[in-house]
Nanobody, 123 residues
Framework: QVQLVESGGETVQAGDSLRLSCAAS????????MGWFRQAPGKERDLVAA????????GYANFVKGRFTISRDNAKNMGYLQMNSLKPEDTAVYYC????????????????WGQGTLVTVSL
């Protein structure tokens, strides 16, 4: 089974930028949609952004639109989340997720989860 490993989380100040990376262990990554979720303490896990297998379809949660950009490099089995203009409310553990479908990601169709990477945004 594919394994996902996130990296790039750290503590930053409000207004800063961060780039999260997601490394997949197998080439099957390139056939499936992937997404980024986040979970803040005491809150549910929310879908932040998702991208189809070939990058042809991309979607964002309203709370990150215009600030975050999701991308992928199938040749490298990598996914990315560029986060700009970070706010304290963006503080959460961010999870990379691989769908078992090619076109979209929802919590119910996630096949593989990464272990998460912590992003902390201070004032």
């Amino acid at each position: 089974q594919v394994q996902l490993v996130e990296s790039g989380g750290e503590t930053v100040q409000a207004g800063d930028s961060l780039r999260l990376s997601c490394a997949a262990s197998e080439r099957t990554f390139s056939s499936n949609a992937m997404g980024w979720f986040r979970q803040a303490p005491g809150k549910e896990r929310d879908l932040v952004a998702a991208i189809s297998w070939n990058g042809g379809s991309i979607g964002y949660a309203n709370f990150v639109k215009g600030r975050f950009t999701i991308s992928r490099d199938n040749a490298k089995n990598m996914g990315y989340l560029q986060m700009n203009s970070l706010k304290p409310e963006d503080t959460a553990v961010y999870y990379c997720a691989l769908s078992h479908q090619s076109d979209y990601v929802r919590p119910f169709n996630v096949e593989v989860w990464g272990q998460g990477t912590l992003v902390t945004v201070s004032l």
